[in-house]
């Protein structure tokens, strides 16, 4: 995109980036009443009435033990094997309407890890459907549960994907980075359309954040190490979501102190991240391919208001439809033939060494030796609790159900959210992109953000409580 002249506004550009900036904030960040004493947005009610009334109560057949095979469950077993045979196709047969496109090639022709990786999950997806195999894979604390975290994100992907595109491509991004440009940068060293992806995040989803990331990483608006900074930092886990841990560990009365502590130790760690080790020493550089597309610079002879404005309009008029749809269809590719079954695949397997061998008890001594150091209550029976959160951000709440004891319970349950890394989702998301980011980095990231949390957790739950 070039930078914006100093020609007048342009009218259909000023609708265009009013109306769709509206309805954009609107779906993601209108916090709304549920009726039960929380609050969700409209893309959260869309995706709720969309699997819990619509996809969820149609019972297409029975596997495994008898539970009810549910039509987004069969919505995910089709999108999977599309994607393994698709890949088998490309692999052996290599046709030229694969080859020839850049879009269908990146996807089904893509690195032997995640042909092997689709391979995975079209073997456990049907052994899941069938109700064969062995019980570490199909049972109900490993394969079942990733089956179900598989459905429901395609359903959330269904309403997300295209919906990002009128958050991002209408001008919001560009008039909120003018606005506020010198406090995000000071505070986060980012740009300020980086605030974007934080409201998206916490009003909405952590892999809304992730795929915004991503995009505007993949069109020159953030540098590899802006966009690693985001992804390990801004995409925290929704308000709404954060209500579904705080009751799975019985603190639904404490919520709004639970909530406020998740806020203050995130917005810290944010501040802290980005100036240490690795994130500081990532390149700060623009992809090749797309060059340095972003101008939030303010002209000496302009005011802030009216450059924000002005860089908004034009980024808005230059949006066609045409633009908009191709990112939704490149978007459902994307997610659905290369996401989904790398989520269920290694989900699965994450789940498999957690719940059948020792190993996450092994690695957890260090931490366990650290919560007694702290004064945390039953230590060593929850210390993987501190660790299990790199594969999924519900497995530590599974964990420590309501037996745990409540202070223990509210520091664990804050960490878990805090941690912001989880491989199941958002880390298959990061790993998939262009950022500067392998699974090493987001491990020591992930580590980093649980050391430094952890004693600011605790200080503050001694401090409220």
């Not at 952590?206 to 990483?217: E, F, P, Y």
């Not at 540098?223 to 954060?242: D, Q």
């Not at 958002?426 to 430094?452: H, Q």
């Amino acid at each position: 995109m070039n930078q914006p002249g100093d020609s007048k506004l342009s009218k259909r550009g000023l609708v265009k980036f009013i109306m769709f900036s509206v309805l954009g904030m609107f779906l993601f960040l209108a916090p709304i009443p549920d009726g039960e004493g929380a609050f969700n947005i409209p893309l959260g009610f869309a995706i709720d009435w969309l699997r819990d009334s619509v996809l969820g109560t149609v019972s297409l057949t029975t596997y495994g033990d008898g539970t009810n095979f549910a039509l987004h469950h069969l919505l995910a077993l089709i999108v999977i094997t599309i994607s393994f045979l698709g890949t088998l196709v490309a692999y052996l047969f290599k046709p030229k309407f694969i080859m020839n496109n850049e879009k269908l090639r990146e996807i089904f022709r893509s690195s032997p890890v995640y042909f092997i990786s689709k391979a995975v999950g079209f073997v456990v997806v049907w052994m899941i459907f069938l109700g064969w195999g062995p019980d570490f894979i199909i049972n109900a604390f490993t394969g079942d549960v990733m089956m179900g975290l598989a459905a429901s994100l395609m359903v959330v992907f269904i309403f997300l994907v295209p919906a990002i595109p009128i958050l991002t491509k209408f001008g919001l991004m560009e008039f909120f980075g003018v606005l506020i440009r010198k406090a995000v940068r000071f505070l986060f060293r980012l740009p300020g359309r980086a605030s974007i992806d934080l409201m998206a995040s916490w009003f909405g989803s952590s892999a809304a954040s992730v795929i915004i990331t991503r995009d505007q990483h993949e069109k020159g608006f953030y540098t590899g190490r802006e966009a690693a900074v985001i992804a390990t930092n801004f995409s925290f886990v929704s308000l709404p979501f954060t209500l579904v841990v705080a009751q799975a560990i019985g603190l639904r009365e404490r919520f709004w102190l639970f909530y406020l502590v998740v806020c203050v130790v995130c917005i810290l760690l944010a501040m802290i991240m980005p100036r240490i080790w690795p994130l500081r020493k990532l390149h700060d550089d623009y992809l090749p391919e797309v060059g340095k597309q972003i101008h939030e610079e303010v002209p000496a002879n302009m005011g802030i208001f009216k450059w924000a404005l002005r860089s908004a309009t034009k980024h808005a008029d230059e949006t066609t439809p045409g633009q908009v749809v191709r990112a939704g269809a490149y978007g459902y590719l994307s997610i659905f033939m290369d996401l989904i079954p790398i989520i269920l695949a290694w989900g699965t397997v994450a789940l498999i060494i957690f719940e059948f061998t020792p190993i996450f008890n092994w690695i957890s001594w260090p931490m366990g030796q650290l919560l007694r150091l702290l004064q945390v209550e039953a230590a060593m029976t929850y210390a993987p609790a501190t660790l299990v959160g790199f594969v999924d951000m519900f497995i530590p709440a599974l964990l420590l159900g309501e037996t745990a004891p409540e202070a223990t319970r509210f520091i664990l349950g804050t960490l878990s959210i805090v941690q912001v890394i989880y491989l199941a989702e958002t880390g298959v998301l990061i790993l998939k992109s262009k950022m500067p980011l392998n699974i090493g980095k987001l491990f020591a990231i992930f580590m980093i953000r649980t050391l430094i949390a952890l004693p600011i957790i605790v200080g503050l739950t001694w401090l409220l409580f």
